[in-house]
């Protein structure tokens, strides 16, 4: 069986998201081939003291994604506060301001899926630490369509009931700590 | 023998279905939207509506005349605040005012109205700001539900609070509560703002210009479609301003992209105001 390289990474973090975001986006070279795209809940009033914070730490670019915005590798693209993000089929982002799903907005579940129809198969998806369950339904369509699932182990997450429930309703998603989730982006994320 | 497999996913081939017999049924085009959230808006009224396939709701909204307003109502309906982003008032207040006081005469025009939020709240700001009578309003959608709503100007009572407190950060000279009477847990906002609001069906998509602005707003409209039909509203609107006129857009849509970029200097950049340029 041949597999097919991924194109492009989402993840999904809530509570806890600082934390575990600041060990797997540092970890990535500044050569990462992949777009990252990444939805974190957070009060919309605070809106660029993530990506500031991180930017500072990485080597890869870290931003607020703007519409219609064209991906590019070795950059985190981060949802605006209160607006959902997508991904669409020729490679770029959309925004939209659609109502909250699970009284979120962004919704980790509308990045996911929309992941899922633009790149199928070729699609690393990752759900982080969290205090609900969003972005279960969306690993589900990730799995769907052939892409690859990784929940981060629920123990070690600061809030384990986001991981714990994309686990139960992905039974087949790979369960890996923060450290594992880096070293398995660098490796599917660096030139062949 | 060819596998009997469609080469793209069926689910793809029925929604470019769909959308043509939007189109040629109706004349309703809505395929140049942004892919990813109207498939979602979709698949949200296909199952809302009680179809197991697209191609199910395409045969209903073929043959059935009450299933198209339905389905516009999921494709198009938009939620909103009066005031929304207290800040982007703030700049017309604060930086357009005093530009639009120079003309004898105003035309504004707001482009996907949806509910009425927006025009609403331009009318008690130019009315604040003593424009109010030297201007007319148009404001426009695709939506004839959603501009019905916007004409009878009723808004859910449990949202005032919000829009109270939007005004007051957007540097409101009045209180809200002196536009609008309460009843039957709706807030109903004083006639006389409409009085010089023109309500009316314009598509961005397939219809032309038809004024001169001073101002076009247009927010968080343009993030539903693609490149595409962005730069066709983009020049549709580049061609309604008059020489240094104002162009509005949401808080992340931005002209970055567009081929138009050149036609507009920055205004207010934070708030996303351009100007036309004069040449």
């Given amino acids: 069986m041949t597999k097919i390289p991924p194109q492009a990474v989402v993840i999904g973090a809530s509570a806890g998201a600082l934390e575990a975001l600041t060990t797997i986006l540092p970890a990535l070279p500044a050569d990462f081939l992949l777009p990252l795209m990444i939805v974190v809940h957070m009060p919309s009033d605070s809106p660029s003291a993530l990506t500031e914070l991180l930017q500072a730490r990485c080597r890869i670019r870290v931003r607020e994604a703007e519409d219609k915005e064209p991906l590019s590798g070795a950059t985190a693209y981060f949802a605006p506060p209160d607006y959902h993000l997508l991904v669409e089929a020729g490679g770029h982002l959309s925004l939209s301001n659609d109502e909250p799903v699970l009284y979120s907005r962004p919704s980790i579940d509308v990045l996911f899926e929309s992941a899922a129809d633009a790149y199928g198969p070729a699609v690393v998806a990752i759900v982080l630490s969290g205090t609900n369950r969003d972005g279960a339904v969306g690993l589900k369509a990730v799995v769907e369509a052939g892409g690859m699932a990784i929940v981060q182990t629920p123990q070690e997450a600061f809030a384990a009931a986001m991981p714990e429930a994309a686990k139960a309703m992905c039974p087949g998603a790979r369960v890996l700590s923060l450290r594992d989730i880096a070293a398995y982006l660098q490796k599917v994320g660096s030139q062949p | ?279």
């Fill in chain 2, 1 to 279: 023998m060819k596998k009997a497999i469609p080469s793209e996913k069926t689910e793809d081939i029925e929604l470019r279905l769909l959308l043509e017999a939007l189109y040629c049924g109706y004349h309703y085009d809505f395929r140049n939207y942004a892919m990813a959230s109207l498939k979602r808006r979709l698949r949200q009224a296909r199952e809302q509506l009680g179809f197991a396939t697209l191609s199910a709701l395409q045969e209903s909204l073929l043959h059935d005349p009450a299933t198209l307003p339905r389905l516009i109502g999921y494709l198009t309906v938009q939620v909103s605040e009066m005031f929304r982003d207290p800040a982007y008032f703030r700049a017309i207040r604060e930086k357009l005012v005093p530009h639009l006081r120079t003309y004898p005469s105003l035309k504004i025009w707001v482009a996907g109205c949806s509910g009425g939020e927006e025009v609403y709240s331009l009318a008690i700001l130019f009315r604040e700001e003593g424009l109010e009578t030297r201007t007319q309003f148009y404001a426009t959608d695709i939506n004839h539900e959603a501009l019905a709503r916007a004409e009878a100007g009723l808004f859910a009572l449990d949202q005032l609070q919000l829009f109270t407190e939007n005004h007051r950060k957007s540097g409101g000279k009045s209180s809200l509560s002196d536009y609008y009477s309460a009843a039957y847990g709706r807030a109903s906002f004083d006639r006389s703002l409409r009085r010089r609001v023109v309500f009316s069906d314009h598509s961005l998509v397939t219809d032309a210009v038809f004024g001169e602005m001073h101002l076009v707003s247009c927010r968080n409209v343009l993030i539903y479609f693609d490149r595409t039909l962005q730069d066709r509203a983009i020049g549709l609107f580049k061609d309604s301003l008059v020489r240094k006129g104002f162009l509005g857009l949401g808080a992340k849509e931005t002209l970055r992209f567009s081929p138009h970029a050149g036609a507009f200097a920055d205004f207010v950049r934070e708030e996303r105001i351009y100007q036309r340029r004069a040449e």
